[in-house]
């Protein structure tokens, strides 16, 4: 049980266009969900908080409008990264809270690369 | 949350067991101590907690020492698969936004 999954797994777009990776509980329901951001040998860096229903809480640094974050169902999130730059290349990883409880679960990241 | 110290990188031997360190000398009396490892490339899982106790499970024991300044995660019998980044994180378990505060953690490389 418990488990996260994210879509695409991996990405290449060009500078300019917007992507979107959807991170869903599969069997679980969320009422929280987290973005985090890994560049290459660096630790995770939270970007975001995000409770269904309302709007996303970003961590300082994080622009709300670059990355944006809908959690529209128990299930379901989405990060749009907006008008994506090389300097967004990096690994997005998603983790949600099960609904009532403390911990949290993982998705398998989503490889970002912008040409 | 309260800061943790941990090693840079540690090998171990396979079948061996890996002894993972973690200082956390300013932690407070509400405040758990987790483990999370990322295999490359992969997201983080979820190994264990404990708040003062001892724990076991499946993957991995917890020691924490009486004080609580420091615990030490141990994977009995280390594997190739156990290549990974530990990482050892202490927060209050009953948070309003549960947030997880990851250090650089500790690359554990299990050799053949």
């Known amino acids: 049980g418990a488990v996260v999954s994210q879509h695409p797994s991996w990405v290449i777009c060009k500078s300019g266009t917007s992507v979107k990776i959807e991170c869903r509980s599969l069997?679980?329901?969320?009422?929280?969900m987290f973005w985090y951001r890994q560049f290459p040998k660096q630790s995770l860096m939270l970007m975001a908080t995000?409770?269904?229903?309302?709007?996303?809480?970003?961590e300082q640094g994080v622009e709300k409008d670059k990355f944006l974050i809908n959690h529209a169902s128990l299930t379901l999130s989405t990060l749009t990264v907006t008008s994506a730059h090389p300097e967004d290349s990096s690994f997005y990883i998603c983790?949600?809270?099960?609904?009532?409880?403390?911990?949290?679960?993982f998705g398998p990241g989503t490889r970002l690369t912008v040409l | 949350d309260a800061k943790t110290t941990q090693p840079t990188s540690m090998d171990c031997a396979e079948g061996r067991a890996a002894n993972l360190p973690c200082n956390h000398s300013?932690?407070?009396?509400?405040?758990?101590v987790y483990w999370y490892r990322q295999i490359h490339s992969q997201g983080p899982q979820y190994i264990i907690h404990?708040?003062?106790n001892n724990e076991t499970n499946e993957m991995a024991s917890l020691i924490i020492t009486e004080d609580r300044k420091s615990s030490t995660l141990i994977l009995p019998h280390a594997t190739l698969r156990d290549t990974a980044v530990y990482y050892c994180?202490?927060?209050?378990?009953?948070?309003?936004?549960?947030?997880?505060?990851f250090g650089e953690g500790t690359q554990l490389t299990v050799n053949p």
């Open positions: 300013t932690i407070s009396g509400n405040e758990y």
């Open positions: 069997d679980f329901q969320a009422t929280t």
């Open positions: 983790s949600a809270k099960l609904a009532g409880g403390n911990e949290q679960f």
């Open positions: 995000s409770n269904e229903g309302s709007k996303a809480t970003y």
């Open positions: 404990g708040l003062k």
């Open positions: 994180i202490v927060r209050v378990r009953e948070t309003s936004g549960s947030r997880l505060t």
